[in-house]
């Protein structure tokens, strides 16, 4: 079974903080992804990564970064948390699309920002 | 311009009859189409995929029907159960990039 852990559930933090979000996958898998999930808007993707220190901007890359050090480890960072980053923060992970097109989720990140 | 499209936000259905979900794309680039479950504070969970070389796709109470030429897939449920009850997300993509594109989802809610 594909497992992608997301190291934090729940997280409140206070506009301005710099926000670390880690997601760790164990199915050797090239792809990684960042979306956010909010109501209304489906899933929206932030950054995806296709290898170790590469990284392409998705359609709402404003006010994040990432991090791809090691193949099965990518991190999505805010730089200064605002109130309009209050979200549900979704990593996934896939193999190159030549080797099929199924992507798998993480279980979430819920991060308020106050 | 959202390519993925979900028209139904919420759907809800008896227990035992089915469930039909609905998504249409305009993207004609798409081929590959994948259909997620997703309860509260939880991530979306694999169901059900088709290629656009097919135009049915089954695995056990899940059925996806592609129509490429009206650009338009649904899921069918059946029998619908309660724990079936979530949100369901149809998505796309053309194959050999990393591009998918999610519909706003549909929120099923199976009756007792």
């Known amino acids: 079974d594909v497992k992608v852990t997301q190291s934090s559930r729940y997280l409140v933090k206070r506009t301005g903080e710099k926000v670390f979000l880690e997601c760790v996958q164990d199915?050797?898998?090239?792809?990684m992804f960042w979306y956010r999930q909010d109501p209304g808007l489906g899933l929206r993707l932030i950054y995806f990564s296709y290898d170790v220190k590469m990284k392409e901007k998705g359609d709402i890359p404003e006010g994040y970064s990432v991090s791809r050090e090691k193949k099965e480890r990518f991190s999505l960072i805010l730089e200064s948390a605002s109130t309009n980053q209050t979200s549900m923060y979704l990593c996934?992970?896939?193999?190159?699309?030549?080797?099929?097109?199924?992507?798998?989720f993480g279980e979430g990140s819920w991060l308020t920002v106050v | 311009d959202q390519q993925v499209k979900q028209n139904s936000p919420s759907l809800s259905v008896q227990e035992g009859r089915i469930s039909i979900l609905n998504c249409d794309y305009t993207n004609s680039m798409f081929d590959y189409f994948l259909w997620y479950k997703k309860y509260p504070a939880e991530g979306p969970t694999f169901l059900i995929s088709i290629s656009s070389i097919k135009d049915k796709n089954e695995d056990g109470r899940f059925t996806v029907f592609l129509n490429k030429s009206a650009k338009h897939l649904s899921l069918h449920i059946v029998p619908s159960q309660p724990g079936d009850s979530a949100v369901y997300f149809c998505a796309a993509t053309p194959s050999g990039t990393y591009k998918y594109i999610f519909g706003t989802g549909t929120r099923l809610k199976v009756l007792a």
């Open positions: 996934a992970s896939s193999f190159p699309p030549d080797s099929g097109n199924t992507i798998y």
């Open positions: 199915m050797d898998h090239e792809n």
